[in-house]
């Protein structure tokens, strides 16, 4: 059987490698990234040959990987860098998964486009340190988290909001109550959020950033055992042992750059990350939540009763549906299926808050 998904998924990849090459200014960076655009275009080329498919003419890239391109001209190209990422890591641990559960031997090629960038890097013969520093920047790019977050923000508020608004509704109660009710559910579930994401923010920068002072003060009073330790990680990457000493060393002669390199690679933190504030993370997921929790609410604000039920229903189906597409941004998969699967999803939940509420109504009534 033809694997179509595959190939699209490998074209898809080659495009956006190459709209990555054509708008990054460091040329070294984007000489990796037309090398990757055209290995993903080998592998589109080989799935159909093996399959007996016409390789004259390469299939073009799915709307998927033009609205990812489109959103990139917005939010800027990191973002898509972000996404392949993700994609690509997906992937392999799928890959990775299937072999453990079917007793089978993995191989290098299991997380193959995961590794391949760092193979790249790892053979320019004009890399140095400083380069792959601000490589490491762009690899380790947060690409999709903020759209991301706000996809599943919108979800929760939507799912949980109408839920709880179906168990009013479900009770027989009048329609200035479940109006209410709705409103109050908004409310609460927004503000639990944003005090939420407040507590997280700033609990997370007061961590790493002690964690980043000490490691300032390890730079400060062992540079060379820094540099020992920066060598023995690129070394792990797969570089070579003298040019891994090499680029440790240009590295540690930048006290502001080894200090950022160092606290992303031993201790895993980007400092760009750190740069947000928590106010506006708050407010951000405050927003978000309340956007989605507000359109099973909305019938209620001028009708009732099995109306406003269905109404209601209605649009929570079509958000829930243009949630579930949004979020094959990331996946990758059939926005059909995405999309149909997060309708049932979120209309399972909402029937059961209704049956229960109705069965809580009758024996409140009866």
Known sequence: MINFNSIQTEIDASYL???????????????????????????????????????????????????????????????????????????????????????LEESLSDTAHVSILQNIVANQPNLSGNYLA?????????????????????NDGLVSNFSLVMGIAGAASAQSVVLLTGLAGLLAGALSMALGEWISVTSSKELFENQMQLELDELETNPEGEEWELALIYQTKGIPEEQAK?????????????????????????????????MEAAVASFILFAFGAIIPVIPFFFIG??????????????????????????????????GLRQVVFGLAAAAITFSIGRLIGVSVLG
Do not use: C, W
Request: charged share 25%; hydrophobic share 45%; no cysteine.
């Open 246 to 278: 090499k680029m440790a060393k240009d590295i540690i002669s930048n006290k502001e750059l080894a200090h950022e390199v160092l606290v992303k690679e031993e201790l895993g933190i980007n400092q760009e990350d750190l740069k947000g504030s928590a």
């Open 134 to 154: 601000r490589f490491e920047k762009r690899h380790r790019s947060i690409g999709g988290n903020a759209l991301r977050a706000a996809v599943l923000g919108g």
């Open 17 to 103: 490698y190459k709209i990555l090459s054509e708008h990054e200014q460091d040329e070294n960076v984007a000489n990796v990234f037309r090398q990757m655009s055209e290995i993903e275009k080998g592998h589109a080329l080989a799935f159909m040959k093996s399959n007996n498919l016409d390789i004259t003419t390469l299939p073009p890239p799915s709307i998927r990987a033009r609205i990812l391109n489109k959103i990139g001209k917005i939010a800027g190209y990191d973002f898509i860098l972000g996404t392949l990422l993700d994609t690509e890591k997906s992937i392999a641990i799928s890959v990775v998964k299937s072999k453990k559960a079917l007793n």
């Open 305 to 338: 009763g099995l109306r406003a039920i269905i109404l209601s229903s209605i649009l929570s189906a079509f958000g829930l549906f243009i949630i579930g597409a949004a979020i094959t941004l990331f996946t990758g998969k059939s926005i059909l299926r995405s």
